[in-house]
């Protein structure tokens, strides 16, 4: 989708972008990423063409960018940086129409199509669309900024640093909503970012830059176990186990836990006492309702009552999450496993902390090789 | 400064009114009756008009209460009323002591207004601004007062004799051309900033595309805005009669040393700094970001110059309008030096022959002027200041 | 950065040194204007020299100007301050209206209300100057950072002390544009002063119109203009002088 081939851009003597060849493959979402003046930010406005590649090609969907007018160029590609750029004397619902202006869309369409990204980002279009940029929070203009950029649906986005100026909460916020609409739209996306916390949550794949030259481009797994050189090895850093767990699902590695229905405690408990301690409670309709521990349980007691009742939102993890979240929510409540639930609350597995432990050890032989490497 | 602390102390803006106005009225000439147009004559002080002279003693009376009023509504509304009635008893009185006055003189014998009027008309402004912030927001507010005061004066032209007045004697007598010399005025003046805006606006794109260009250009709109007008208009002369002679076509077109052409030039010359700083200045803040946007959403240079930059630069270009508007309003009463017909020519007239009836005449629509299109200049601005950036 | 500051404040020196030589060159002036008007009587205006009339044009300017200053940076201030706060709003409004008079309207306008000559016309440029010199005065005062007066409080200063130490070096700069905008306005009306007798080059300018003197003209016209650049660049001088550094 795209390909860039023996990319360089001189300025005078310098080479901020040096050789680079790299390919995003239709749907994947690559980010580039690398210390300031790594020339992410150039290769990133060159395929649009706000700077002109001194040398190379530059392919966007089997067209070279050199062929087309940049304006056209412009206009299939979404843009977002990370000042955003809302024009200001233009309302909310004007701003996001206005590649869908230049393109001629009739009104009508463009009102919808308005209405329909709003509410693709988060944002209630009765309350959004009359707003003009002054009036919207940080959040709010970047989810604007989104929206804008989607605006003619064109197949590829480049965004630069476009969460770089929002507050961590935020941020993280804007991530998991990017990686929703991502897993609908399944744009291609080049994304420049340096932060490497968000370069493996996001991408498919990671291009790794220093000093215009690409140092590694591999998916989040590969970079992390099997980093290139010392470079990459230091730019990860030294908590790369944890990042692992990032990129590793709950659903991936959960198991079946013990489970009973609510009401037949005594029965389900005494099926599972000789196998399991723990004990997962639902109800009916199968959400979670709590658990009982082995543990607690004397002789003559009626088993309802080691029943510990919890609200599903605050002990468990979505399916969808990450091992991260799954560790710091154990970690939170003190507890070696934790139950998975689906967006309706069901109980749908278990997570250990064994599993956690698992991810994070995987691929650390080969980095212990390259530490001694780069020491000897 | 809350309006609570106001609220429990003695207001001296009032204070200060009602002296100023106080000394208009007893130590100094109200009106003057001469024995015709330029000599000098007898003043008479506003004591001399009696009731009219108790009114004002009641109005200031009026303005010392309102600095003591308990509430800021009603120091407002006091002050207000203060303000207002001294303006409408000073053109009524002005109306009477002249028709007065005037009562078994020679035709020509003219009542002038003294200086003391325009004291007290000074001191009634004062008064106008007691009673604190509230006071400006219901000046705003309220459109009503003024209309009162214009009400005021006109019933005062039309039956309290305000007519007798020197000053509106001199426009009968000069009715006509008054009105000719208006709308040269207003014609000379705005071709200049049309002019300015035709230049000016296209120089401040530039200014922002170039560095040089803009060293260039804003430092010598700079230097011609230093340079006295007058002396900028004789140094036109010259070499546009040369360029008239050279070229009988341009002559033919008006390029001639004396008329309007070298105020034109001049007058162009002076709108070029307020426009061409204010069109640079408001390209040039347009956030980068916004420019950066818009070009990779795939707008042309074009594009992006009429629907984000211009629109956006649009209420300081504005403003350089307005400023340039104001500036050249006064500039071209110089104009007449080079033989330009406008109001300048009933002040300078006016200068020359020590009358001062016609250097008002000429003056006062001048200021009015000014202060008129200011008004309107900056109401157009706001207008057209996109509701998305509006204050 | 300071080796430009030194070398403009020369360029302006040298130039304040070539325009008192330029106006006592008669004889310098004689010729050109000779050469330019081979036709005209008289190239020079009799009625005085040229280094007269700039002096009586500098008598004008800077006598109204001085009092400007004297009268308008205080009355700025005071307005700021507690005890004439109340005065603020009319004080601003005052100078804003006064500013959109045309000056020369202002100045006719004295002449029926103070009469004519040096002082009415004195008074008039002086009353006109305040416009631009109260209002800079207000308003580089309010730009002053609130916590840089916190801080001066904070640190036991006297509110005399904070205004001497923190809030007048910091408006300095914005006062004296205003001061820059309001004598380059003087000395623009000083030449129509010409009109009501009062001296100045603008005799030359004015009179060689009337009789239709070009030589005239340029005389006045050409040391008024290069007066007024002058002045112009020694205040910016000062204006640069006075700026706080800024990180």
Same mark, same amino acid.
């Given at each position: 989708m795209i390909r860039l081939e023996g990319v360089t851009r001189r300025y005078g003597d310098e080479l901020?972008?040096?050789d680079l060849s790299l390919e995003v493959a239709e749907g994947e979402v690559c980010v580039l990423i690398g210390?300031?003046?790594?020339g992410k930010t150039t290769t990133l406005r060159m395929i649009n063409r706000l700077i002109e590649p001194s040398g190379g090609s530059i392919m966007v969907n089997g067209r070279? @960018?050199?062929?087309?007018r940049p304006e056209e160029l412009r206009r299939g590609l979404g843009y977002v940086i !990370? /000042? %955003?750029? *809302?024009?200001?004397?233009?309302?909310v619902e004007r701003n996001i129409g206005v590649v869908p202006h230049l393109l001629g869309w009739d009104k009508q369409r463009m009102a919808e199509r308005a209405r329909e990204l709003l509410h693709l980002v988060g944002l209630d279009p009765e309350v959004y669309?009359?707003?003009?940029?002054? !009036? *919207? /929070?940080g959040g709010e203009a970047q989810r604007v900024g989104v929206a804008r950029a989607l605006a003619a649906d064109p197949p590829v986005l480049l965004m630069d640093?476009?969460?770089?100026?929002?507050d961590p909460l935020n941020r993280e916020r804007l991530q998991a909503e990017f990686a929703r609409i991502q897993r609908e739209l399944h744009k291609t996306v080049l994304f420049v970012t340096h932060d490497i916390d968000e370069a493996i949550r996001l991408a498919d794949k990671v291009a790794i830059m220093r000093d215009g030259r690409l140092q590694q481009f591999a998916s989040p797994e590969e970079v992390l176990n099997?980093? &290139?050189n010392k470079f990459v090895h230091d730019f990860v850093g030294a908590d790369r186990a944890l990042k692992r *767990?990032?990129?590793?699902?709950v659903e991936d590695v959960m198991r079946s836990p013990a489970i009973v229905q609510e009401g037949s405690e005594e029965l389900a408990f005494r099926v599972a006492a000789g196998r399991r301690r723990f004990v997962y409670v639902i109800d009916a309709a199968g959400k979670l309702v709590g658990w009982m521990d082995t543990?607690?349980?004397?002789?003559?007691?009626?088993? &309802?009552?080691?029943l510990t009742r919890v609200d599903p939102a605050q002990a468990s993890v979505r399916s969808d999450a990450s091992l991260r979240d799954a560790l710091s929510r154990m970690l939170g409540l003190g507890f070696r496993a934790i139950a998975v639930t689906d967006d309706k609350c069901r109980l749908v597995g278990e997570v250990t902390f064994a599993a956690v432990e698992e991810a994070m050890t995987e691929g650390d032989e080969h980095i212990t090789n390259i530490a001694e490497e780069d020491a000897g | 400064m809350s309006d609570h602390s106001l609220q429990t102390r003695f207001d001296r803006v009032a204070l200060v009114g009602a002296i100023v106005t106080l000394a208009g009225a007893?130590? *100094?000439?109200f009106v003057e009756l001469r024995p015709n147009r330029l000599v000098p004559g007898t003043v008479h002080s506003l004591a001399d008009a009696g009731v009219w002279m108790f009114a004002t003693w009641g109005l200031v009376a009026l303005a010392l209460l309102s600095a003591v009023a308990p509430s800021a509504k009603a120091r407002s509304a006091a002050s207000s009323a203060s303000a207002y009635g001294l303006v409408a008893v000073l053109a009524w009185a002005l109306g009477e002591a002249a028709s007065t006055l005037l @009562?078994? !003189?020679? /035709?020509?014998a003219r009542v002038s207004i003294g200086s003391g009027a325009w004291v007290i008309l000074l001191g009634a402004a004062v008064i106008g601004f007691a009673g604190g912030e509230e006071r400006k927001r219901y000046l705003l507010r309220r459109l009503g007062p003024p209309v009162l005061v214009l009400a005021a004066v006109v019933s005062a032209f039309v039956w309290g004799g305000?007519?007798?007045i020197s000053l509106a004697q001199e426009f009968e007598v000069r009715a006509e051309s008054f009105w000719q010399l208006l709308a040269g005025h207003l014609a000379l003046a705005g071709a200049g900033v049309a002019l300015g805006a035709v230049f000016g606006v296209p120089l401040g794109l530039w200014a922002t595309r170039d560095r040089k260009v803009r060293g260039v250009v804003l430092g010598v709109t700079g230097i011609i805005q230093t340079v006295p007008s007058l002396a900028l208009l004789g140094l036109l002369i010259l070499p546009l009669s040369a360029l008239g002679n050279a070229v009988p076509f341009l002559r033919d077109l008006g390029?001639?040393? %004396?008329?309007a052409a070298p105020g034109l030039v001049a007058l162009t010359m002076y709108a070029l700094l307020p426009i061409v700083r204010n069109t640079y200045v408001g390209l040039a803040e347009v956030d980068p970001a916004v420019v950066d946007a818009g070009r990779g959403m795939g707008m042309s240079s074009r594009q992006l110059l009429m629907r984000v930059e211009l629109p956006l630069a649009l209420p300081l270009i504005m403003e350089g309008l307005r400023t340039a508007s104001v500036l050249l309003i006064g500039i071209t009463t110089l104009t007449v030096f080079a033989g330009a017909r406008n109001l300048g020519i009933l002040i300078f007239e006016g200068l020359g022959q020590f009358a001062p009836d016609l250097i008002l005449l000429g003056a006062l629509p001048v200021i009015v002027l000014a202060v008129v299109v200011d008004v309107a200049l900056s109401a157009l601005a706001k207008r057209l200041t996109p509701e998305g950036v509006r204050e | 950065m300071s080796r430009r500051r030194t070398i403009a404040i020369a360029v302006t020196v040298a130039g304040a040194l070539a325009f008192v030589w330029l106006i006592n060159a008669t004889a310098l002036w004689e010729f050109a204007l000779r050469a330019l008007?081979?036709?005209?009587?008289?190239?020079?205006?009799?009625?005085?020299t040229l280094a007269t009339f700039v002096l009586q044009h500098l008598a004008l300017v800077g006598t109204s100007s001085v009092l400007t200053i004297a009268v308008g940076v205080p009355l700025g201030i005071w307005v700021t301050r507690r005890s004439g706060a109340e005065f603020r709003s009319l004080v601003v409004a005052g100078t804003d209206l006064g500013q959109t008079f045309p000056p020369v309207a202002v100045l006719a306008l004295a002449?029926?209300?103070?009469?004519?000559?040096f002082w009415p016309t004195i008074m008039a440029l002086f009353i006109y100057g305040l416009f631009p010199v109260v209002s800079a005065t207000i308003a580089g005062i309010e730009a002053v950072p609130r916590s840089v007066v916190e801080a001066g409080v904070g640190m036991g200063m006297s509110s005399s002390q904070v205004l001497m130490r923190a809030e007048l070096p910091l408006a300095s700069r914005v006062i004296v544009s205003g001061i820059r905008t309001s004598v380059a306005i003087n000395i623009g009306t000083a030449t129509v002063g010409a009109a009501i007798?009062?001296?100045?080059?603008g005799v030359p300018i004015i009179g060689g119109l009337a009789v239709q003197n070009m030589a005239y003209v340029l005389e006045g016209a050409i040391p008024a203009a290069l007066l007024a650049v002058l002045a112009d660049s020694i205040l910016a001088q000062v204006e640069s002088a006075v700026t706080v550094a800024e990180g």
């Open positions: 901020a972008v040096d210390p300031s003046g790594c070279n @960018v050199m062929s087309m !990370q /000042s %955003i750029g *809302l024009f200001p004397h233009l309302s669309l009359g707003k003009y940029p002054r !009036q *919207l /929070s640093e476009p969460f770089g100026a929002v099997h980093p &290139a *767990l990032v990129r590793v699902r543990a607690d349980l004397e002789p003559d007691m009626d088993p &309802a009552e080691a | 007893t130590a *100094l000439p @009562v078994g !003189q020679t /035709s020509v305000l007519d007798d390029v001639r040393g %004396i008329g | 008007f081979p036709t005209l009587r008289d190239v020079l205006m009799p009625r005085d002449m029926p209300v103070l009469g004519f000559g007798g009062t001296g100045g080059l």
